[in-house]
């Protein structure tokens, strides 16, 4: 029986925005960096020439550190200053733009449905503790959920640090949880529970269909494997 969900943030509660590439261009505009580098940059996390994302890349999978990392190779500025500036550049930048914090689908029926069938709820995110509690927060959300496994509190995913937090808070087994997400990095992270892969974030169903069976179009479509 299932008695738990963990969900992937965005790309799956929430659309990939072209939030999410205007925050780093902005973050770079004032950084001394030529246009040949800036290229060479945004192809290496993963930004294409269209202004689109890649499915698996370090912009749509991995954490701010994993970006300030790339940056400190074209910048020079101290790795822990970058990551800290980026930090707070993000959470800034999610605040002054929450117009580009929009749900994937109507996130509070189908968390009012988890509760009342007594699902546990969680999220694991490659984004920093801050910019996770602020969007849930903004959308009123912040009531529903059990649970964050953000990149600055846990090894960040697919390291199952948070995920075996999160079973012995609840005293859980990995049958019971469902695990929910939009990319390798997910699938890898949720071996062992039931993987659910959702469409409407960066990854394809082909790259989706290497890891699991299970297939939705967006997050309310778990409820069938309940």
Not at 199 to 222: F, H, W
Request: negative net charge.
């Amino acid at each position: 029986m299932i008695r738990a969900i963990l969900f992937d943030k965005d790309g799956t509660l929430l659309q990939f925005t072209e939030g999410w590439v205007d925050s780093i261009v902005g973050f770079l505009e004032n950084k001394i960096l030529d246009d040949k580098k800036k290229r060479k940059l945004f192809k290496e996390i993963g930004i294409r020439e269209d202004g689109g994302v890649e499915e698996n890349s370090i912009l749509s999978s991995e954490t701010a550190m994993d970006l300030a990392i790339i940056f400190s190779k074209y910048l020079d500025e101290d790795l822990d200053e970058i990551y800290k500036d980026l930090d707070n550049h993000l959470l800034n930048y999610l605040k002054a733009n929450n117009k580009f914090i929009r749900e994937t689908c109507d996130l509070r029926s189908l968390f009012e449905s988890l509760r009342e069938r007594g699902i546990i709820i969680g999220i694991f995110t490659s984004d920093n503790y801050r910019q996770v509690k602020y969007s849930m927060e903004y959308l009123g959300l912040d009531v529903f959920i059990d649970f964050y496994a953000a990149a600055d509190i846990y090894k960040k995913k697919p390291n199952k640090e948070s995920l075996e937090v999160f079973k012995k808070k609840y005293s859980l087994e990995d049958k019971e949880i469902i695990i929910v997400g939009d990319s390798r990095v997910d699938m890898v992270f949720g071996e062992g529970t039931l993987k659910v892969g959702v469409l409407c974030g960066t990854g394809s169903r082909e790259m989706l269909a290497k890891y699991t069976d299970n297939i939705i179009d967006e997050p309310s479509q778990v409820l069938k494997f309940l």
